[in-house]
């Protein structure tokens, strides 16, 4: 954590006009709401997000349908409960914006929230069959980083097996590879803002397109 920290400290100036990140405060409170969540009450209230997510919370790849591309659909399945929490939050609070997930997040309580991410995260992380082999550049960017960059390594914050850590780092293994890179891009455009210290948005304002997408690839093929 300790290079985490450093390459924030550096990359600071860059993100002293970003809006504020989330109105979602990690107070032990809070900790406990969310780990007190409901899996059962969640199953219920997931039944209803099927149709975008997947039967099993696997998200669905970006395909293209009469003529129309389709955006791929991020994958619940084995997230941690308090990532998926606070993105639901963040949506009610309009900290995040979607077409369609605000409008749903809007209209779920905060105790729906828990109880959808205890759900969720209950749930085996999906698996992919590698489409890519992963790029050794990859590899090195999630365990080493660039210290000529100052990027520290993916695994740092996000675990050696992109499981993920407590409060807002998410998991990634078997994350959507069009919808994961479409996020890092989202958040190297600054379209994207509801990362605690604007992280990902210094980060990724570190890596190329290129790095994005071998990234991507990289960890929808990775098992937890």
Not at 28 to 51: R, W
Request: with cysteine; proline share 5%; net charge neutral.
């Amino acid at each position: 954590m300790k290079q985490l920290f450093l390459t924030l400290a550096l990359l600071a100036p860059l993100a002293l006009q970003a809006e504020p990140a989330s109105k979602i405060a990690w107070t032990p409170d809070t900790l406990n709401f969310v780990k007190k969540g409901d899996p059962k009450q969640g199953k219920v209230l997931a039944e209803s997000c099927q149709s975008c997510h997947g039967q099993n919370g696997e998200g669905l790849a970006a395909e293209t349908r009469d003529g129309e591309t389709l955006p791929a659909i991020p994958a619940l399945a084995g997230q941690t409960a308090t990532y998926t929490y606070k993105q639901l939050r963040d949506y009610f609070n309009d900290s995040r914006s979607n077409d369609s997930m605000t409008g749903i997040a809007k209209g779920l309580s905060e105790q729906n929230a828990a109880d959808l991410a205890a759900w969720f995260a209950s749930l085996p992380m999906p698996e992919h069959k590698a489409t890519k082999a992963a790029s050794a550049k990859a590899e090195k960017l999630v365990s080493e980083g660039d210290g000529k960059r100052i990027l520290p390594p993916c695994s740092t914050c996000h675990g050696s097996q992109g499981q993920g850590e407590k409060m807002d780092i998410p998991a990634l293994a078997g994350q959507q590879a069009d919808y994961f890179a479409n996020t890092l891009l989202a958040y190297k455009k600054g379209e994207r803002h509801n990362d605690i210290y604007s992280r990902m948005r210094l980060i990724s304002q570190q890596l190329t397109e290129t790095e994005i997408r071998e990234l991507a690839d990289y960890y929808e093929g990775l098992k937890k």
